[in-house]
């Protein structure tokens, strides 16, 4: 299940101007390697350096690490559930869209959006990328968390790489499927019962969230309503303990309804935390021509899909998205595996600002994550942000002028001056180089 809603909400559909293909065509090498493989190039790579260097990682398989203590916690609530974490990043176009009943048009299959290989292969965007897959070798309760590849903007809680933990669940579409749902769902509801939370619901079905054609609406009440409980149940788990939750002062969650094209009826959860309502899932009944695809077109259940990086870093008080990246043993040495604690900063390093403006050349656009991924090809995690701070079209000539401001920072040490100088110089020459722009 991918992340939920606001994380592409504000996208729109993009396109991209042939004059900046032919540019990137003209200093693309024939071959890239992705882990120790070799592939062919194409019109649609962009996979970066940067990013090739993050695949080997797997921070969430890392002893110790935030993120694979969050997953234990996730895994440890779901027991008799497959747990998955090794499948590879590539993937197919087609596994990672069609296969999931993405439009043809939908943003996401952009080159400014996704990592490509060439045409024929990409970096994963979401864990449900591999849903078909796992349900076609017949698992049928089953956790997968992964690393998975954005083209982002950059800033304390965006990164182009993030972790995914996707949790399924499917049962025969007849009555002993749904038999064992319903001694689930009654044994879920007594737990919660006697627990400190307090749930603002949705109606499982509406007329703005359905039941799917294909689907008895009994039987998708009793999905709908067992994927509920099921994640009630886990945000106890999480959070409880956290908010410190007493029978006067319960855990709240809240249901809100959604839209999806891979579930329906679809859902986000969300949970107040420390004074403010944190977005954690995006969930649903599996749209049927996914299971279709999987070849277990007799069967029905419900997904989700939570993102761990903005779960750890409420949980921890980790402020920068950059720290999880981090090797100082400042940072790695405060954590102890199945443990939360709170990150104590050992740090606050003086920012350094640097404005790179420019002139595009005639008729051509630059995407904003082009240039961030151009900034950290050459700076890395030295950038805590860069922002667009002027946008200017001259009115005889129509040239069109930009100006980022990137904020250079380390986390681990004090940047000087000089140091930032260098590496800003180094975008520049890229900018000038891969982009054919005019520094201002």
């Known amino acids: 299940?991918?992340?939920?809603?606001?994380?592409?909400?504000?996208?729109?559909?993009?396109?991209?101007?042939?004059?900046?293909?032919?540019?990137?065509?003209?200093?693309?090498?024939?071959?890239?390697?992705?882990?120790?493989?070799?592939?062919?190039?194409?019109?649609?790579?962009?996979?970066?350096?940067?990013?090739v260097s993050k695949l080997p990682l797997k921070l969430h398989t890392?002893?110790?690490?935030?993120?694979?203590?969050?997953?234990?916690?996730?895994?440890?609530?779901?027991?008799?559930?497959?747990?998955?974490?090794?499948?590879?990043?590539?993937?197919?176009?087609?596994?990672?869209f069609d296969l999931l009943s993405f439009p043809k048009d939908h943003p996401g299959r952009s080159v400014t959006d996704s990592y490509y290989v060439n045409k024929d292969l990409m970096l994963r965007t979401h864990t449900s990328a591999h849903e078909v897959e796992v349900f076609g070798r017949g698992e049928t309760k089953w956790l997968l968390t992964a690393d998975v590849y954005r083209r982002d903007e950059i800033d304390g809680s965006h990164y182009p790489v993030f972790h995914q933990t996707e949790g399924a669940r499917i049962v025969s579409a007849n009555s002993t499927g749904m038999k064992e749902i319903e001694e689930d769902n009654e044994r879920l509801a007594a737990h919660l019962e006697q627990s400190s939370i307090e749930i603002e619901d949705v109606p499982h079905l509406s007329s703005t969230n359905p039941c799917q054609p294909a689907h008895d609406p009994k039987h998708t009440?009793?999905?709908?309503?067992?994927?509920?409980?099921?994640?009630n149940s886990l945000m106890l788990h999480l959070f409880a303990g956290r908010v410190g939750a007493t029978a006067q002062n319960p855990l709240k969650v809240r249901w809100i309804e959604a839209t999806f094209p891979w579930t329906t009826p679809s859902f986000e959860v969300e949970v107040f935390f420390r004074g403010k309502w944190l977005e954690i899932l995006g969930c649903g009944v599996i749209y049927q021509p996914t299971?279709?695809?999987?070849?277990?077109?007799?069967?029905?259940?419900?997904?989700?899909?939570?993102?761990?990086?903005?779960?750890?870093?409420?949980?921890?008080?980790?402020?920068?998205?950059?720290?999880?990246?981090?090797?100082?043993?400042?940072?790695?040495?405060?954590?102890?595996?199945?443990?939360?604690?709170?990150?104590?900063?050992?740090?606050?390093?003086?920012?350094?600002?640097?404005?790179?403006?420019?002139?595009?050349?005639?008729?051509?656009?630059?995407?904003?994550?082009?240039?961030?991924?151009?900034?950290?090809?050459?700076?890395?995690?030295?950038?805590?942000?860069?922002?667009?701070?002027?946008?200017?079209?001259?009115?005889?000539?129509?040239?069109k002028s930009l100006c980022y401001r990137i904020n250079y920072r380390s986390m681990d040490r004090s940047l000087s001056n000089d140091e930032?100088?260098?590496?800003?110089?180094?975008?520049?020459?890229?900018?000038?180089?891969?982009?054919?722009?005019e520094i201002r």
Not at 25 to 40: D, F, M, N, S
Not at 221 to 231: D, P, Q, R, T, V
């Open 1 to 51: 299940m991918r992340l939920s809603g606001s994380l592409w909400r504000n996208i729109h559909a993009r396109g991209v101007p042939s004059r900046y293909l032919a540019n990137m065509a003209a200093q693309r090498p024939c071959h890239v390697t992705v882990l120790g493989e070799q592939y062919l190039t194409d019109h649609m790579t962009n996979i970066s350096p940067t990013i």
């Open 420 to 437: 930032a100088n260098s590496l800003n110089a180094q975008v520049v020459s890229y900018l000038r180089d891969r982009f054919r722009v």
């Open 221 to 231: 009440e009793l999905i709908a309503k067992n994927l509920k409980l099921s994640l």
């Open 291 to 399: 299971l279709d695809n999987a070849n277990v077109s007799n069967k029905l259940g419900w997904a989700f899909g939570l993102g761990l990086e903005r779960i750890a870093m409420v949980l921890y008080s980790i402020p920068d998205i950059r720290l999880f990246w981090s090797q100082d043993p400042r940072f790695l040495s405060q954590f102890k595996q199945g443990e939360i604690t709170t990150f104590k900063p050992y740090s606050k390093y003086p920012a350094c600002f640097k404005d790179v403006s420019f002139w595009l050349p005639e008729g051509q656009t630059l995407h904003e994550n082009d240039f961030c991924d151009l900034v950290r090809d050459v700076a890395g995690d030295v950038v805590e942000d860069v922002k667009l701070i002027d946008d200017f079209t001259h009115p005889k000539t129509n040239r």
């Open 62 to 96: 890392q002893p110790s690490h935030p993120l694979s203590t969050l997953r234990g916690l996730i895994e440890s609530h779901f027991p008799s559930y497959t747990h998955l974490s090794s499948l590879s990043p590539l993937v197919t176009p087609y596994q990672n």
